[in-house]
């Protein structure tokens, strides 16, 4: 190991769930949520792993995802649907980047771009179904709707998706899930009567959750996200047949005997009952993990699974070996698929009450991504 840790991404993993979602969707189409570094595996490798395994497009929140993306040498087509005042439309429409539209002052701005170019703006329109997040409220939605028809008629916009959002579908059985779909299907409508859904516009609506378990929801598209990267959009029904992508390691720095009574690391949360051995891992919260891990996660080190041992600093953290050997160099295993014994990220997410999506997107820029399994090997 080149540097004292590595985020290991292994792209035939990402391939395999990608297939596998491919296939649970049934026939639609495939958009894979590449956004925050395509949850921390690392933009372009990921993306490029993503459409190898059958997706036909990429999804982004932001305008500069997306054009890292055609910096980085991918082709396929992406839509960016987080746009804030002040983004680069010109050069998105430039590079043939798609955009969502929420409201008319955006589809202001785009229309803007749009004539600026020279360029048709390929639009998705979001509704907002009951996330109250992006997309246009039910009252404004007919207003959209208009506006981008005034412009799709001019050669401005060209609208080719309407999208929504689940709020819940994560939690099987929850109320609001059906409240969305029937809201969704309303929007739908009222898009078709004012000739705004014609057979080339995308309909989508499924995050992962919805691709594994609402077939009625997969409509034309689906856009899986953490799901893509192997771990399950709803734990408690299993992992449905997912490989987790990331596993992350670091090299045993230091390595020293103390007395019983020590204490450990700021605040002394920890203070060893027996003479043993300590191991500095360098990896702390700078490089995403969290603070409050101390005492809560196991990492594999020495063949056995090892609590952080006392406060989780910036840069690093100490585990307790006992009698156990370790040496300087030594590789620990902070989380994986779990075939070797290790935590998964599963298990991190569980014991901070959190999700997976937290656990992999937090690992920093420090922590050098190594991809196993490229296509050429």
């Given amino acids: 190991?080149?540097?004292?840790?590595?985020?290991?991404?292994?792209?035939?993993?990402?391939?395999?769930?990608?297939?596998?979602?491919?296939?649970?969707?049934?026939?639609?189409?495939?958009?894979?949520?590449?956004?925050?570094?395509?949850?921390?595996?690392?933009?372009?490798?990921?993306s490029e792993a993503v459409i190898e395994g059958g997706a036909s497009r990429l999804g982004t929140a932001f305008v500069r995802e997306a054009l890292e993306l055609r910096a980085g040498g991918v082709t396929a087509p992406i839509l960016s649907w987080l746009i804030t005042p002040g983004e680069p439309l010109d050069e998105a429409l430039d590079k043939d980047i798609e955009l969502s539209a929420s409201d008319a002052g955006l589809l202001g701005e785009i229309e803007a771009a749009a004539r600026r170019t020279g360029r048709t703006a390929r639009l998705h329109l979001e509704a907002d179904t009951g996330m109250s997040r992006g997309g246009s409220p039910p009252a404004a939605w007919q207003g959209l709707?208009?506006?981008?028809?005034?412009?799709?008629?001019?050669?401005?916009?060209?609208?080719?998706?309407?999208?929504?959002?689940?709020?819940?579908?994560?939690?099987?059985?929850?109320?609001?899930?059906?409240?969305?779909?029937?809201?969704?299907?309303?929007?739908?409508?009222?898009?078709?009567?004012?000739?705004?859904?014609?057979?080339?516009?995308?309909?989508?609506l499924a995050n992962s959750a919805a691709t594994v378990t609402l077939p009625e929801a997969r409509y034309d598209l689906v856009r899986p996200g953490i799901a893509m990267y192997g771990l399950s959009p709803i734990p408690e029904l299993g992992d449905f047949g997912l490989r987790p992508a990331m596993t992350l390691v670091a090299q045993a720095g230091l390595v020293k005997r103390v007395p019983e009574g020590s204490g450990v690391s700021y605040a002394h949360l920890y203070v060893t009952d027996r003479e043993t051995t300590l191991g500095l891992v360098p990896l702390g919260y700078a490089d995403g993990i969290l603070r409050h891990a101390t005492g809560r996660v196991e990492v594999l080190a020495g063949g056995r699974r090892r609590p952080i041992a006392g406060r989780v600093c910036m840069d690093q953290f100490m585990i307790d070996?006992?009698?156990?050997?370790?040496?300087?160099?030594?590789?620990?295993?902070?989380?994986?698929?779990?075939?070797?014994g290790e935590p998964t990220a599963q298990e991190w997410a569980d014991n901070l009450g959190t999700i997976t999506h937290e656990i992999v997107t937090r690992i920093g820029s420090r922590v050098p991504r190594v991809y196993e399994h490229r296509r050429s090997e």
Wanted: glycine share 12%; net charge negative.
């Fill in 321 to 340: 070996m006992g009698d156990d050997p370790l040496s300087a160099g030594d590789e620990v295993v902070l989380f994986g698929p779990g075939d070797g």
């Fill in 145 to 204: 709707l208009d506006g981008a028809l005034k412009l799709q008629a001019e050669g401005v916009v060209e609208i080719v998706g309407l999208w929504s959002h689940f709020a819940c579908a994560d939690i099987p059985g929850h109320p609001s899930i059906e409240q969305q779909q029937e809201a969704f299907r309303t929007a739908l409508k009222l898009a078709e009567r004012a000739g705004a859904a014609g057979s080339h516009v995308i309909r989508h």
């Fill in 1 to 46: 190991m080149a540097t004292p840790a590595q985020a290991r991404v292994d792209l035939a993993a990402i391939r395999h769930n990608v297939a596998l979602l491919k296939e649970r969707a049934g026939g639609a189409e495939l958009m894979g949520a590449v956004k925050a570094d395509a949850y921390g595996h690392g933009l372009v490798p990921t």
